[in-house]
T-cell receptor, first 116, second 114 residues
Framework: AQKVTQAQTEISVVEKEDVTLDCVYE???????LFWYKQPPSGELVFLIR??????QNEISGRYSWNFQKSTSSFNFTITASQVVDSAVYFCALIDPNSGYSTLTFGKGTMLLVSP | NAGVTQTPKFRVLKTGQSMTLLCAQDMNHEYMYWYRQDPGMGLRLIHY???????AKGEVPDGYNVSRLKKQNFLLGLESAAPSQTSVYFCASSYLRPNTGELFFGEGSRLTVL
């Protein structure tokens, strides 16, 4: 069965600190896709990144970076020099092959609080 | 750009009442989804649709029904609301399967069942 675990329920940091959000996944498939979504206080989820299982290169986008390690089944998300606007709930998700790759299984989310 | 629009945004029901949540997207997306978000539970898929006239069950379908009569609309119905259905409901859509395209989410609908 598919599973996404985000063990960190809530993280609090002070602005300009670096912070890493952990995501561990379980799947029996060799082809799979992982995602990160951001849910700011306004409520609407926003897509951040998609990564397939064949691409283990780390990705950097501005202050955001992602570390994908198949050996440990992890897809961790790091925010460098955090800002108050980064305060949100962050969800990691895994595509579900049982639905013909039509649906996502989400983790429970990590709430990030960045204080000034 | 409207994107994904959910109505109503807020609703209070009494146990046993029925209601319908409407999701409308103007992006010509094939795939549409209904999720519920509960504290400590993350997002759980209720039902989804891969095209007009099709629907399928997700992880937590009991107590809900859906219809996709028009490509742009995906309705979520509660025939006899229960307090356990108090939640925030999110609709999402995507042009193609999520492995090739992102999901676009609505702003959510907060439902309270007394």
């Amino acid at each position: 069965a598919q599973k996404v675990t985000q063990a960190q329920t809530e993280i609090s940091v002070v602005e300009k600190e670096d912070v890493t959000l952990d995501c561990v996944y379980e799947t029996r498939d060799t082809t799979y896709y992982l995602f990160w979504y951001k849910q700011p206080p306004s409520g609407e989820l926003v897509f951040l990144i998609r990564r397939n299982s064949f691409d283990e290169q780390n990705e950097i986008s501005g202050r955001y970076s992602w570390n994908f390690q198949k050996s440990t089944s992890s897809f961790n998300f790091t925010i460098t020099a955090s800002q108050v606007v980064d305060s949100a709930v962050y969800f990691c998700a895994l595509i579900d092959p049982n639905s013909g790759y039509s649906t996502l299984t989400f983790g429970k989310g990590t709430m990030l609080l960045v204080s000034p | 750009n409207a994107g994904v629009t959910q109505t109503p945004k807020f609703r209070v029901l009494k146990t046993g009442q029925s209601m319908t949540l409407l999701c409308a997207q103007d992006m010509n997306h094939e795939y549409m989804y209904w999720y519920r978000q509960d504290p400590g539970m993350g997002l759980r898929l209720i039902h989804y649709s891969v095209g007009e006239g099709t629907t399928a069950k997700g992880e937590v379908p009991d107590g809900y029904n859906v219809s996709r009569l028009k490509k742009q609309n995906f309705l979520l119905g509660l025939e006899s609301a229960a307090p356990s259905q108090t939640s925030v409901y999110f609709c999402a859509s995507s042009y193609l399967r999520p492995n090739t395209g992102e999901l676009f989410f609505g702003e959510g609908s907060r439902l309270t069942v007394l």
